[in-house]
């Protein structure tokens, strides 16, 4: 199955798009932005107080959510850029979704579900307990899944848990 435009606009509304780096929201360097009052201005600027940045950003995070070895304080990047590498880390979670999960899928929940993995990771999606119960032909099941997804270091996430109900009721052909 291919990805939709439903699907990439759902990707896109929660991920943004940032064309300067940025710290993940969840490390010690994040956190201190956001106590400070300064998570805002670090996204839009990509700037940081130097004296800040003897924390850990990691991983830092570029474009429409890319994370990777190449993504560090100070990279900055084009749109077109933003775009294609989008498309590129798409179809990753497109493949993932494609290769996992041995139940007929309708658009809905493809996207849902690949929307999932490209947030969550491909490692996390083959263990989990959605991918086991939806492959079991327990959609009901697995759709109550998403909302179990919504920490990072630990700490509930109203952001993410925002994320995983907009996946389950895609998941489910409902408005989101």
Not at 23 to 40: C, Y
Not at 79 to 104: F, I, P, Y
Not at 107 to 131: H, I, K, M, P, R
Not at 136 to 159: I, V, Y
Request: charged content about 20%.
């Amino acid at each position: 199955m291919n990805y939709s435009k439903a699907g990439l606009a759902l990707t896109e509304h929660f991920e943004g798009c940032y064309l300067h780096a940025y710290p993940d929201p969840a490390s010690p360097l994040g956190k201190e932005l956001q106590r400070l009052g300064m998570w805002r201005n670090a996204l839009n600027t990509g700037v940081i107080a130097s004296a800040l940045l003897k924390l850990s950003g990691a991983p830092w995070t570029i474009g429409v959510g890319h994370t990777g070895p190449e993504v560090r304080y100070g990279l900055t990047w084009t749109q077109d850029q933003a775009d294609a590498q989008l498309l590129a880390d798409v179809a990753g979670a497109v493949a993932t979704v494609n290769r996992l999960v041995k139940v007929a899928l309708t658009q809905a929940e493809f996207d849902a579900l690949v929307d999932f993995v490209f947030n969550v990771g491909a490692g996390n999606f083959a263990g989990s307990t959605l991918l086991k119960l939806l492959n079991a032909g327990n959609r009901a099941a697995a759709a109550h899944e998403f909302e179990k997804w919504d920490m990072a270091a630990g700490k509930h996430l109203a952001g993410l848990l925002r994320r995983r109900i907009a996946e389950e009721h895609e998941f489910l052909g409902e408005p989101v």
